[in-house]
Each structure stands twice: as C-alpha cells, then as structure tokens.
C-alpha cells in the first residue's frame, strides 16, 4: 500500500477517524490492528517475520532488564543475533553466495549452495533497526522494558514509519502510545500540510524526475554525456524529494494523531560539507549508526587513524545496509572517503579558502559538496558496477564531444523520456524546490502563510491540490526506499 | 474545533471539485472545435483497429481517419457526437463494422486493465448516460483513475490535434506477419474465453443502434464498413458471429449503408497480421472505398 495510493487514501481516512473516535484505551489496539493490515498488503506471509522479530525483542528486553551481569549481554546478543540474522538471510544472502561463487570459480570450483528465491521483506531494514535500538537502549539502562506486548508490537509496527522510517528511538516514541490526544485543530492542520508537500514532491517531483533517471540509467550506453549529466542531477533530487516525501508524509500522518517522529531531512542539499550533510540526510539512520556503532567502535576517542577507519567502516555499512549489491559498498565507501578526506586536509583547506576569500562565497562550498554527492549518488542509482563505471568515463570523456558539436550548431539534446516543455517543467520544480528551502533559512514559512487572510490560505490549499491532481505522475511508482 | 476542521475541509473539498468541473467543461468546449475549422473534411472515419490500418486518409479526398485501436461503440458515439456538434462539415462517417466488433471481448476491455489508458483518453468527453453506464460497473477505478484523467486532459492542447488522447490516426505499416500463430492469438483475444466462444456485447450493438440513430437524426450519412480480413483468419471466425453480425446489420439497414469488403481477396503481404491490413492493402481499400462512396454520392475521385 503506497502512501501514494488511492488505497491508502481510504485506509488513512478511515483509520484516523476511528482513531479519534475510540476511547483513549483502545486506540494502541486500532493503531496495532491497522498497522498489521497495512503490512500485510504488500506480502501478508512476511508478517510472520516481523512477528518473529517482534517476539525475539520483545522477551529479550524483559530478560535484559531483569538479569545481571554477563547474562544481559547475552540476551541483547541473542536478540541483536536474531535481527541481524533475519537481514542477512532475506538481504545478503544471494548477494554473498553470488559472491562466493565467483571466488570458488576462481579457484575452478562450484559452488555448492544453492540460491534462495526469496523476495526481501518490505522495510525490513527499518524496522529490525528500530527494533535493535529498543534491546540495545534497554541494555543501557536508558529505556526501561515494555511489559504490554501490544503496545511494543506497534513500537515496531507503527504504520506511518514502518516500510521506510523515521527510525525511530524507543525513549521518544514508545511513551506517545500512552499519552492521550484529543483532535487540536492546529496540529491537524499541520500535518495535513506536511502529508501534502510531501505528496507533491513525491508525485509531482520526483515521479517525474524518476522518468528520465530510469530511461537513462536503464541504458546509459545509448546516451551521450549530457544525458547522463542531466539523468545524474535529476537522480539527486528525485531520491530526495522521493525519500523526504514519503518522511513528510510518514510524520505528517503521524502528528495528525498526535505523534512526533523524528525530522528525518534538514535541506540536505544546501550543505556546505559531507560532513553537514549527513547531519541533513536521512538524520535517523545517520544519528543510528553514530549511537549503535560509531561510538562503539570507539567514535573520534582513538588514535587518529583508528578515527579515520572507524568513519570508513560506518560508512562502508551504511552502504551495504541500503542494498545487497557492490554498487551500495562503494557509494558508502566514496562517502567514507569523502569524509576521512575532509578531515586530513582539513587545515589546508581552511588556509587556502582565507588566503582566496573563498570562504566568503558559502555557494562555491554548496556546489562542490553537491557535486560530490551527485558522483557518488551515480553508484547509488546504476544497476551495476559497469554501468556505473560506464557512466562515470562517459560523463567526463563524452564532453569535449559534446562541446564541439554544440559549437557547430549540431544538436547535442537527446530523447531522455520527456519532452522539451516537461524538462524545463522539471528543473523549474527543482529551482521552486531550492528556493523554498534557501527561504526557509531565513523566515518560517508556515508561520508567514498561517498569518495571511484565510482566502489565501485556501486559494493555496487548492492549488497544492490541483497541482498534485494535475501535473502528479501516478504511475504508482514504488518509493525508492522500499526496497531497502 | 472539529466542527471547523469539518467545514473548511469540505469547504476547500468544494473548492476544488468546482475548478475541475470548471476545467472539464473548458476541455469538452475545445474538445468540439476540433475539426470545426478545417471546412475541407466532411468524411470522419472511426471506429478500432481495423479502420485504423485499412483506411488512409491521405488517399481519401476530404477525409480525416480518427480510429483508435480496441475502441469500443460506446466511446465511438461519444467521439461522434462531441465532434458533428458545433461541425456542420461532417456529412458522412465510415464506421468500422466487423465479425468481432460484437464480441464481449469489448465489455472488458471497457472495464479491465485497459481501462487504464481508456478512461483518461475518454472519460472527459461521456455524455451522462454513458458515463453512469461505466460508473454503475467500475467506479471505484474511475475514482482511481482521476489523476491520471486530469493529466491527460491538462497536456491536451486545442491546437495539436495529437494530444487528444481520443483522436486516433491511421496506422502506417508497411510489415507483414500473417502466420497462424498470430491468426489464434487474435482468434482467442477476440473470440475466445476459457476454451468456449465468447458472448455477444448487449452494449456494443445497443451503441451501434444509437450511432446510427444520431446520424439520421443529425443527416449524417453512415456507412458501415467490414474491412477485408486474410482468408485464414475468416476460416476460423465462428459461424455463430457471421449469423450474429448480418442479423443485427438487418436491423441497422434503413439507417446505415454497409460496405462488405471481408472477402476482398488480397495478396498475404498486404496485410499486416490475420485481420489487419497494412499500407498497402490500405491503399487497395481506398481506392475501392472511393468508388464504392462515389456510387452512394458522397465524394468525387481523387
């Protein structure tokens, strides 16, 4: 069930109405039920999944609460052993048996495991992390165990941020299904408008931009380096607002019933550094991997190589975390780089950048952290290390090509899946974007809206909605974080 | 509080649903004066696939081919009926009328899968009483479908006849592949269900009986066209749809002209597949059309 669907328009319609019209105590029980209902409308056998994880948990956190000493490790052991187990099987497991295979072929042997056919569980990377963030916050001593199995089965299952996050921590959201919340006209209203910009960027933005990318990246051996230049830019934005858009409406969704999840995307893009970035992208899994593993492997409180590998590796997991292919490792290990890069030549750069007055220009900062994520986002999106190899040599030896035709008045734009007014269409949409957000720097624009007469007000309202009706591409394309 | 969320949702509700009725309405006014300034065609010719690939209106003086594939009679009327409105020019239509046009296969192909692509192309130009035919059977995809009918009626443009998505053109082909595997697959697509011979489509000759009724009333000549089918592909049509088609035609024929070119015989490689000719069959069937046109008055020879 798409958040962009019609069927999870009725669904939400119908689950937050009986949600403020049942009694406070019985409304974790609607939330858990419908929560179940929409999980079992991708694959409904892979609940059996999510259950098993959520019982393994469940009586982990109990036992971790009430043992002593060597036993609580043990438990969080167990449960961290269970999570992890589930993700290599149902994510990694062909990837690795592929990749034991073209060892063992190197030695002229065959590979004797045989392949599973087994479709990956949706969100299934999200939840088992929200659900190792519940044993390991337990273990600490910094959440206290859920006795009701009820309630921590919809921590786990919380249907706004189950498939696709925020993942959340159990100290912020495991509280909010005890609280009482009344309708707050505000706080509606509010989270209406969020679930609304988030489904203008998913359908209006990124859908569009996806149309391009896919036709592009799907066979980059038919276009020349403008075309992939233009399907890599559009890639960029399409997995933001495609992602930021499903987090919009993911904790828009959420805060109409009363519910906070955390901000998952701070303007992402109008970072200064990788460093920044990734305090604006996808901040859930970032501040995750920070507190589970980061600071575990020993964070910046080590030698100063220790440091920089530690970075890596957090990286390097972070990539294979979003998929099961070498594509995923090295687009983490570029950021890794990226990273570790940044802080080795960390005074150099500062010296240069004062001694050119480069510092004075924040938007040459902007665009070369940009452009760096552009590069690395072309691993992300290509469907194999060739291609993404193909594309990267082309992008670069493709140009004087191109600037030599472009000068003798030969066309230099190809067929990239739309027409000449949609892609003007399309980087007006991501110049709107941009601008938004660069105005958002500096005023609230809720704030600057709420205080305008109501007629504007609706007369926006209607246009937000005309415009999704009109201009959405509904082709009911999945979001991109589904799949991982 | 709840109470004021209530009226300003129904209010915005509101809103909207009267800009898109607003804009549905712009759309059917442009809808009917396509064509409305072009006084040099006075033949339309409509109907599926088989007037698409059979008749090229470039060698038919004063014609415009506008068939669409799979089109069924119900979107056919309401072609006809949104383009002669505010269009005096057109004085005849040649309307495809095969063995298959009254098959069932066409009420699910107005209510299945196709619907997709269907609906956005002609939902906005239904008069009521087809439209509440549709909405009585699949209402809930029409509901489904809405953005993907505003989207198409958005990239219409009044002057680019192409982008309405209801106006077809003739099919250009010059390829050949007449065999038998391509014989049965149509031969199951059109007449076969589950292993048994598909029904008859209430709703495609009740349309076809309202075609007709509208261009008597309107003075609008029609003729009825079977375009020439491969001999194979005729030596499999069931019995039961040539009995069916002639019998339903003996009700049709105080108000339309049938032109029966079924078993016009032509070489294989002017047809495209069974029951489908190509440019070169077309250009046969034009010349014969005209004669046969020039014989019920209705156009000079090129």
Redesign the interface.
């Known amino acids: 069930m798409l958040f962009n669907s ?1 069927h999870f328009f009725v669904f939400f319609i119908v689950v937050t109405s009986l949600y403020f019209a049942l009694p406070y105590s019985k409304r974790w029980f609607l939330l858990l039920v419908s929560s179940c209902y929409f999980y079992m409308a991708f694959v409904p056998i892979y609940i059996l999944i999510l259950g098993f994880t959520i019982v393994i948990d469940y009586f982990a956190g109990i036992y971790i609460e009430n043992a002593q000493g060597k036993r609580r490790r043990t438990y969080l052991i167990f449960s961290l052993i269970a999570n992890i187990g589930v993700l290599a099987v149902f994510k990694y497991y062909n990837f690795l048996n592929d990749n034991l295979s073209f060892l063992l072929k190197g030695f002229a042997l065959e590979n004797p495991i045989p392949y599973l056919s087994i479709l990956l569980p949706i969100g299934l990377s999200f939840h088992t992390f929200q659900a190792m963030s519940y044993t390991i916050e337990v273990y600490r001593g910094n959440q206290k165990a859920e006795r009701n199995f009820g309630i921590y089965s919809l921590y786990v299952m919380f249907y706004p941020q189950l498939v696709a996050g925020p993942i959340e921590r159990p100290q912020n959201l495991l509280h909010q299904f005890r609280e009482k919340y009344d ?3 505000d706080r ?2 509010s989270g209406l408008r969020l679930m609304a910009w988030g489904l203008f960027k998913k ?1 209006v933005i990124a859908d569009r931009l996806a149309i391009v990318t896919d036709t592009v990246y799907n066979n980059p051996e038919q276009y020349n380096s403008l075309s992939l230049i233009i399907a890599t830019f559009f890639f960029s934005f399409q997995i933001f607002c495609d992602f930021s858009g499903y987090s919009d409406m993911a904790i828009g969704s959420a805060r109409i019933m009363g519910f906070k999840l955390m901000t998952n995307f701070n303007k992402p893009y109008q970072s200064k550094s990788i460093h920044e970035f990734w305090q604006r992208w996808h901040i859930s899994l970032s501040t995750w991997f920070k507190d589970y593993l980061y600071i575990t492997l020993g964070g910046n409180r080590v030698s100063i190589p220790r440091w920089y590998l530690n970075l890596f590796i957090v990286f390097l997991v972070s990539g294979l975390w979003h998929g099961a292919n070498w594509t995923f490792v090295i687009w983490g290990a570029l950021h890794g780089f990226y990273l570790v890069f940044a802080l080795v030549t960390k005074n150099y750069r500062e010296t240069l950048a004062k001694r050119l007055y480069l510092n004075k220009v924040p938007f040459l900062s902007v665009s070369i952290t940009f452009i760096l994520v552009a590069f690395a986002w072309i691993f992300f999106r290509a469907n194999s290390l060739h291609s993404a190899f193909y594309i990267i040599k082309h992008i670069f030896v493709g140009l004087p090509d191109l600037v030599h035709n472009f000068l003798n008045h030969q066309s230099i734009f190809q067929n990239i899946g739309l027409g000449s007014m949609e892609l003007i269409a399309s980087l007006l949409l991501i110049v709107f974007l941009e601008t938004v957000h660069t105005i958002q720097n500096k005023i609230n624009l809720t704030q600057y809206f709420l205080q305008k007469p109501a007629f504007v007000r ?1 007369a926006l ?2 246009g937000v ?2 415009c ?7 082709e009911n394309r999945q979001f991109i974080y589904f799949q991982f | 509080m709840f109470s004021k969320f209530i009226k300003k949702t129904l209010f915005i509700c509101s809103a909207v649903t009267l800009l898109l009725l607003a804009y549905l309405f712009y759309f059917r006014v442009n809808a009917k004066s396509f064509l409305a300034d072009n006084k040099d065609i006075h033949i339309l010719i409509c109907g599926d696939s088989h007037t698409k690939c059979a008749i090229n209106d470039s060698l038919l003086i004063g014609s415009k081919n506008i068939s669409v594939g799979a089109q069924s009679y119900l979107y056919t009327y309401n072609i006809i009926k949104t383009l002669t409105e505010n269009n005096p020019n057109i004085d005849t239509i040649i309307l495809g009328y095969s063995f298959h046009s009254l098959s069932d296969n066409f009420d699910d192909i107005m209510t299945g899968p196709w619907s997709k692509t269907d609906y956005p192309a002609y939902l906005p130009i239904l008069d009521a009483s087809s439209f509440n035919l549709l909405a009585r059977d699949n209402s809930i995809g029409m509901i489904k479908l809405l953005p993907n009918i505003l989207n198409t009626m958005v990239k219409a443009n009044p002057l680019k006849q192409t982008s309405y998505q209801f106006i077809g053109s003739f099919h250009h082909s010059k390829n050949s592949v007449v065999n038998d595997s391509t014989i049965k697959l149509t031969l199951i697509r059109q007449y076969i269900r589950s292993s048994k011979i598909k029904g008859f489509s209430s709703l495609q000759e009740e349309y076809l009986s309202k075609i007709c009724d509208y261009c008597n009333e309107k003075q609008i000549k029609l003729i009825l066209l079977n375009t020439p089918v491969y001999s194979d592909y005729l030596a499999v049509v069931p019995p039961s749809f040539i009995k069916k088609y002639y019998a339903v035609y003996e009700k049709l024929k105080d108000r339309a002209v049938l032109i029966d070119m079924h078993n016009m015989k032509l070489p294989k490689n002017h047809f495209g597949d069974g029951d489908h000719l190509n440019d070169y069959g077309a250009s046969i069937v034009c010349s014969r059309l005209d004669s046969a046109l020039l014989a019920q008055k209705v156009t000079p020879l090129n």
Do not use: A, H, K, Q
């Open positions: 019609f309708f707050d006209y509606v209203t359908v609706l309202y209607c909605i005309l999704i009706l009109f201009f959405g591409v509904f």
